[in-house]
């Protein structure tokens, strides 16, 4: 399965937008793109997921770059709340998906 | 609305001895998977079931067996603890392996002194 790229810590606002970028250069045609987040204390929870399309949800929006080596997660206005460790993921089988270091949201009041 | 639940929710263990970490879900999934994360890490596969009757070994197994119990229940058994085990272990689910949403549990601190 793909290896994803991440920075390691970004931080934002309240109430502004993020854009948190993933590199997945070897994704393969199969691939989902998978974001999972990570609050302290706390087991991962689902956020959103995509194969070719642009996907949308009540937490999220995914925007998939056309050739799919990348990919951005948008939170549309950052709360206190969405501080938290954020996870890129790719690849076909749970089975075989790795979770990095994922990337250190900080949203400042 | 319980989702995927995690016993002991802390353990503390001396060297050598054993224990085992139960998990279930109430969601009808197919698939279930243990994890385990230390500090500062993301999450690392130790095993996974994508289906009631199979298991199979995730990136890191050595020192832990697992048991599919019935579709609700997946066990996670530690034989003789070192404390390299130390870690936090989290029990998922999802109703299949492919392109499916993971559920969490909320984790079992594993102390081995």
């Known amino acids: 399965d793909a290896k994803t790229t991440q920075p390691n810590s970004m931080e934002s606002n309240e109430e502004e937008p993020v854009h948190l970028p993933c590199n997945h250069s070897?994704?393969?045609?199969?691939?989902?793109i998978h974001w999972y987040r990570q609050l302290p204390s706390q087991g991962p929870e689902y956020v959103i997921h995509?194969?070719?399309s642009n996907v949308n949800n009540r937490m999220a929006s995914l925007a998939i770059a056309e050739d799919r080596k990348s990919s951005t997660l948008i939170l549309h206005r950052a709360t206190l709340r969405d501080a938290a460790v954020y996870y890129c993921?790719?690849?076909?089988?749970?089975?075989?998906?790795?979770f990095g270091q994922g990337t250190i949201l900080t949203v400042h009041p | 609305n319980a989702g995927v639940t995690q016993t002991p929710k802390f353990q503390v263990l001396k060297t050598g001895q054993s224990m085992t970490l139960q998990c279930a879900q109430d969601?009808?999934?197919?698939?279930m998977y243990w994890y385990r994360q230390d500090p500062g890490m993301g999450l690392r596969l130790i095993y996974y079931?994508?289906?009631?009757?199979?298991?199979d070994k995730g990136e890191v197994p050595n020192g832990y067996n697992v048991s599919r119990l019935n579709k609700r229940e997946f066990s996670l058994r530690l034989e003789s603890a070192a404390p390299s085990q130390t870690s936090v272990y989290f029990c998922?689910?999802?109703?299949?392996?492919?392109?499916?949403?993971?559920?969490f549990g909320s984790g079992t601190q594993l102390s081995v002194l």
């Open positions: 998922a689910s999802s109703k299949y392996v492919l392109g499916e949403k993971l559920f």
């Open positions: 070897t994704i393969s045609g199969t691939d989902y």
């Open positions: 995509g194969l070719t």
């Open positions: 993921i790719v690849g076909t089988s749970y089975g075989k998906l790795t």
């Open positions: 969601m009808n999934h197919n698939s």
């Open positions: 079931s994508a289906s009631e009757g199979t298991t």
